[in-house]
């Protein structure tokens, strides 16, 4: 019976950790937008032109680069 209850409360913090990481990262969108005044489907397609760029991620070191360079 703990073992059950173990993975019920397992299962409710990853849920927990996802939703405010999907909160988080619309918050940023939304901050995006607003401040380079685009809607939420260009801030997206930034994202995506970024990661393709970078290598989809993070430099070796962990850290977004400094500069964030808007083309177009």
């Given at each position: 019976?703990?073992?059950?209850l173990e993975?019920?409360?397992r299962?409710?913090?990853?849920?927990?950790?996802?939703?405010?990481?999907?909160?988080?990262?619309?918050?940023?969108?939304?901050?995006?937008?607003?401040?380079?005044?685009?809607?939420?489907?260009?801030?997206?397609?930034?994202?995506?032109?970024?990661?393709?760029?970078?290598g989809?991620?993070?430099?070796?070191?962990?850290?977004?680069?400094?500069?964030?360079?808007?083309?177009?």
């Amino acid at each position: 019976m703990a073992g059950v209850l173990e993975q019920l409360i397992r299962q409710q913090n990853r849920v927990e950790y996802r939703s405010l990481k999907a909160m988080e990262l619309e918050a940023a969108k939304e901050i995006l937008a607003e401040v380079f005044r685009v809607p939420l489907s260009e801030v997206d397609e930034m994202i995506r032109c970024r990661f393709e760029v970078e290598g989809a991620g993070p430099n070796e070191k962990g850290l977004w680069p400094q500069e964030f360079c808007l083309e177009g």
